[in-house]
T-cell receptor, first 112, second 114 residues
């Protein structure tokens, strides 16, 4: 399973766009890239998933370059409630095991 | 609420006692997973079920840990002879077993060993 590397922490202010980049140099052909958000004392919550190019939903965008060795989660106009830990994962979601390997994540702190 | 439900939310027990946690997945999800999370770390995979079959349990931390999903619906995770190092958040997740469907997590059971 591919290992991911992401910054330990990031700071931002309300209303700004935040981009969190994740490196996954050993990503396999069948691997998808998935991002989760976690608040204290809650389980991780699915944000977005992609395989290549760009994916956008109502809360975020995910940018994946052609070589797929990295990805960037983009959160538009963050608010205080976006303060959380963000995890980048790669894996074969439809595969035999489907287990998720979490790193330590990126703690995003949004200030007023 | 049709999300993943875990019970209890908190459990405090003395070292050496047995504990059991329950997870009710989203009803149509056939895959169910257990994870453990300690402070400052991401969740760590323990085991997973496809329907009632436990397809991987190699990551269960020791033989004191066991999990069941007898009817392919709810699941239980049991820890026997608890130790201080078992103190953690135990998370359950479920997903549809086809294609790249994301996992949906419950809010966990926080276990504290005195």
């Amino acid at each position: 399973l591919a290992k991911t590397t992401q910054p330990i922490s990031m700071d931002s202010y309300e209303g700004q766009e935040v981009n969190i980049t994740c490196s996954h140099n050993n990503i396999a052909t069948n691997d998808y890239i998935t991002w989760y958000q976690q608040f204290p004392s809650q389980g991780p919550r699915f944000i977005i998933q992609g395989y290549k190019t760009k994916v956008t939903n109502e809360v975020a965008s995910l940018f994946i370059p052609a070589d797929r060795k990295s990805s960037t989660l983009s959160l538009p106009r963050v608010s205080l409630s976006d303060t959380a830990v963000y995890y980048c994962l790669v894996g074969d979601e439809g595969g035999a095991t489907n287990k998720l390997i979490f790193g330590t994540g990126t703690l995003l702190a949004v200030q007023p | 609420d049709t999300g993943v439900s875990q019970d209890p939310r908190h459990k405090i027990t003395k070292r050496g006692q047995n504990v059991t946690f329950r997870c009710d997945p989203i009803s149509e999800h056939n895959r169910l997973y257990w994870y453990r999370q300690t402070l400052g770390q991401g969740p760590e995979f323990l085991t997973y079920f496809q329907n009632e079959a436990q397809l991987e349990k190699s990551r269960l931390l020791s033989d004191r840990f066991s999990a069941e999903r007898p009817k392919g619906s709810f699941s239980t995770l049991e820890i026997q002879r608890t130790e201080q190092g078992d103190s953690a958040m135990y998370l359950c997740a479920s997903s549809l077993g086809n294609g790249n469907q994301p996992q949906h997590f419950g809010d966990g059971t926080r276990l504290s060993i005195l």
